[in-house]
Nanobody, 125 residues
Framework: QVQLVESGGGLVQAGGSLRLSCTPSGRAFSMYAVGWFRQAPGKEREFEAAIRWSAGVTIYTDSVKGRFTISRDNAKNTVYLQMNSLKPEDTAVYYC??????????????????WGQGTQVTVSS
């Protein structure tokens, strides 16, 4: 079994920043990619960003381009989501997730096999 440990959420004022972390643990597996999703109350889960582990290629949804940055630390086996210029509409529970196989479409949550417990991000106006 694979566990994903997330941290870094919290309460911040609009315009502020937070950095989320995601560290996989458990059984060994090939790390193809890590994705970040979020779910706001009453809304469906939506894709935010992803990074392909070996190549470091990143993708973002349009609403966070230029504000969020996904990165990885190979030595720490950790992925970060740096969130700047936060807006109240960024308020949600944020989840990291990993697939156990290669998928071309990393924006589809159905391609991910393991999910973290989620971390709350609240942006006040």
């Amino acid at each position: 079994q694979v566990q994903l440990v997330e941290s870094g959420g919290g309460l911040v004022q609009a315009g502020g920043s937070l950095r989320l972390s995601c560290t996989p643990s458990g059984r060994a597996f090939s790390m193809y990619a890590v994705g970040w999703f979020r779910q706001a109350p009453g809304k469906e889960r939506e894709f935010e960003a992803a990074i392909r582990w070996s190549a470091g290629v990143t993708i973002y949804t349009d609403s966070v381009k230029g504000r969020f940055t996904i990165s990885r630390d190979n030595a720490k086996n950790t992925v970060y989501l740096q969130m700047n210029s936060l807006k109240p509409e960024d308020t949600a529970v944020y989840y990291c997730a990993v697939p156990i196989d290669y998928y071309s479409d990393l924006t589809d949550g159905r391609n991910y096999d393991y999910w973290g417990q989620g971390t709350q991000v609240t942006v006040s106006s």
